[in-house]
């Protein structure tokens, strides 16, 4: 079929002969004078071999055998195809040129005083020789001593001329209307062609810019299949995962969540919808990075896509403000349990006392309070361990964090791993909400862990790894914690004898000996007891509502005298009960408090260490039984019978069956 371009050429050329047909085999002179014989294929089938060399080809190569079977088949020694430049369109630039072998670089040929004008305006230009003599200003063309030139414009879509298609030469072309539909059929394909190219092109721009797009997006993307299989990612999901580029399609998102129970529930849900093409709502999750582990808390939106098989997803880090939040919810619950402590402690003030044995403790506080060691505080139960842990932590740099104490009798062994270490929600039954444990409060500070004896075997493990690595796990999570606390640990046991019989490990034993200070009974210690009575008498006067002016000077000597088997907790309780009962303003405490066993006064005699176990025991077995009565044998909250005695409840179950008291003896 003949192109309206082929018409036009019917009518009028650049040429002036092209009506008539010439012999293609004719001998036409060459450019030095002599004659030389041309051999291009015959017409009928010149188009069919430039169609059969081109037919499996498309853009850039399709254009390249173009001109390379044009020269063939014309027997030609150049071709090309080139494009109008614009917006100017005063020259062509080759997008495929041919001349005895490929010609890489492209060329730019003025179109002003060359055939190529008259083909530039929609015209087929077929000039069989003499070329130079019409347009002598043709540089181009004069460098090579062109004679020929056969042209064919490249009409795009909208009719516009976008380029052509041209076959030049030193020796006389094939001439004739069959020879100008070769190149003008071809130039159709070729316009189509450079079309293609230049949509490819813009597509490939396109497509960068969107590709720079996704991926230096601040928020990351991934391209996943339903099973979670990454396909592709953008940079910033890749950072935040702490993936390698070449790890993302080997990747499963399932393999990065959290072990947490719900985590996994939420994901699993979300993603049982996208196989079914229904999107979901943002859910948070949290996610482990495959390089470090460490966890990062995101928010996950996916979107089905119509194949049902793949997902495209969008995850915004929000991990800042998860730690936020949980430091906020730390702090609160640090503040709430800092102000318990306040309300339940008791004479956080200086230690009291001038004996030489409470200023060997004050020596030894002054000496290892600086400092980061672990410290060991041993004595009898109400001799004041806490408040030397307490002295301990002031005399730190830490004494700006948190001192965080805990009663390891004062719990049921299955609860004290979580008091220590906090759980996950959903650790264990009953578990309804995240805990977090005294180690993450005490993060900076100091942690307390008194009647340290009574820990479980189980949880000596996991003490034992803070203190050699300062790491643990809470309850039901596999995240591991970083903290930096000192501890204190304080017992009334004797810990190598616990060593000895299985119940305490050694190795946790020599980690918290590092330091220990031997906080000495109030019998060794009997000329401080004037001045924790008139210390106490002030503190319980001022509380109480009452004014004390003095202490019987009597009660002073059997104060002095008495043994005191629950130390300077004992003297407290009974200086406040004085204080209760007292209607003067001069404290007097009856002498049978200080009654012996036998019944006689114990105000001249001065009980010694070697006082028999049996009237000490007894003593105490009193004492015991009439806080009980007073409480009608109440023995937890504030009104019991521990909180009268200032022993902890665990504690006084243990003394009321090392004493045989029963509320009903047996018969």
């Known amino acids: ?23 293609p085999m004719s001998q036409t002179p060459a450019p030095d004078g002599s004659s030389a014989e041309r051999r291009p294929l015959p017409e009928s089938e010149a188009l069919l071999a430039v169609i059969e060399a081109t037919a499996r080809t498309t853009g850039e190569r399709f254009l390249e055998a173009l001109v390379r079977e044009l020269t063939r ?45 008259a083909v530039s305006n929609g015209e087929v230009c077929q000039l069989p020789a003499a070329v130079l003599d019409r347009f002598p200003d043709s540089e181009p063309f004069g460098a090579m001593r062109i004679s020929s030139f056969l042209g064919a414009p490249l009409v795009a879509a909208t009719g516009a001329v976008v380029g052509m298609l041209a076959v030049f030469d030193e020796r006389r072309l094939p001439t004739g209307t069959r020879w100008t539909e070769l190149p003008n059929v071809l130039a159709a394909r070729a316009a189509g062609e450079l079309e293609r190219i230049d949509i490819e092109r813009r597509l490939r721009e396109s497509e960068e810019r969107f590709r720079n797009l996704f991926d230096e997006a601040p928020i990351a993307y991934v391209y996943e299949e339903t099973s979670s299989r990454f ?55 949290e996610l482990r990075r495959k390089d470090d582990g460490r966890p990062v808390w995101v928010q996950r939106w996916s979107r089905p896509e119509p194949d049902g098989r793949h997902t495209r997803t969008m995850l915004i880090d929000i991990t800042a403000r998860v730690l936020a939040e949980r430091e906020k919810a730390r702090l609160q619950q640090q503040n709430r349990y800092l102000q318990e402590e306040i309300r339940t402690s008791f004479n956080e003030g200086e230690i009291v006392g001038t004996s030489p044995a409470i200023r060997r403790v004050l020596a030894q506080i002054d000496q290892v309070g600086p400092t980061d060691a672990t410290v060991l505080v041993l004595g009898e139960t109400g001799t004041g361990k806490e408040l030397v842990a307490h002295a301990l932590h002031d005399r730190s740099r830490r004494k700006g964090g948190p001192l965080i104490k805990l009663n390891c009798a004062a719990l049921p062994t299955g609860l004290v791993e979580s008091e220590l270490f906090g759980h996950e929600k959903g650790a264990f039954t009953g578990a309804t909400d995240k805990r977090v444990g005294r180690f993450s409060l005490a993060d900076g500070g100091t942690i307390f862990l008194d009647e340290i004896g009574e820990m479980p075997h189980e949880v000596q493990i996991k003490l034992l790894r803070v203190l050699q690595e300062r790491s643990f796990e809470a309850v039901g999570s596999a995240r591991t914690q970083k903290v930096d606390v000192r501890v204190i640990a304080a017992t009334n046991r004797d810990l190598q004898k616990c060593v000895e019989q299985g119940t305490f490990r050694a190795d946790l034993f020599y980690r918290l000996n590092v330091f220990p200070i031997v906080v000495p009974p109030l019998i060794e210690r009997r000329e401080d007891i004037p001045l924790l009575v008139h210390f106490f008498v002030a503190k319980y006067a001022a509380k109480i509502g009452r004014q004390i002016d003095a202490v019987d000077r009597t009660t002073m000597q059997r104060l002095q005298a008495y043994a005191w088997p629950g130390n300077i907790r004992e003297l407290e309780n009974v200086i406040e009960r004085a204080i209760i009962l007292e209607r003067g303003t001069t404290l007097s405490i009856d002498g049978e408090v200080f009654r012996t066993p036998s019944g006689g006064p114990s105000g001249d005699h001065r009980p010694t260490p070697a006082t028999s176990a049996a009237s000490l025991a ?24 521990a909180r009268r005695l200032g022993l902890q409840p665990s504690t006084l179950r243990g003394r009321l069956k090392k004493l045989g008291i029963r509320r009903h003896p047996a018969p």
Not at 87 to 115: I, K, M
């Open 231 to 285: 396909v592709s990612a953008n940079r910033s999901f890749i950072r935040l995962l702490g993936l390698r580029p070449e790890e993302v399609p080997e990747t499963y998102g399932l393999s990065l969540l959290a072990p947490a129970p719900d985590v996994q529930e939420r994901v699993h849900e979300s993603l049982a919808a996208e196989q079914v093409g229904v999107e979901r709502g943002a859910i948070e999750i």
């Open 1 to 23: 079929m003949v192109s309206a371009a082929s018409r036009a050429f019917s009518r009028r050329s650049c040429g002036g002969d092209a009506g008539r047909r010439r012999d």
């Open 73 to 117: 088949v014309l027997d030609a020694r150049h071709a090309f195809v080139a494009e109008v430049v614009e917006p100017e369109r005063t020259a062509l630039r080759t997008r495929a040129w041919w001349s005895r072998g490929p010609v890489a670089a492209a060329q730019t040929w003025p179109l002003r005083g060359s055939p190529c004008e």
């Open 618 to 641: 007894e003593a105490q077995r009193r004492h015991i039984l009439e806080a009980l009565r007073a409480t009608n044998w109440v023995i937890d909250g504030e009104s019991g019978a």
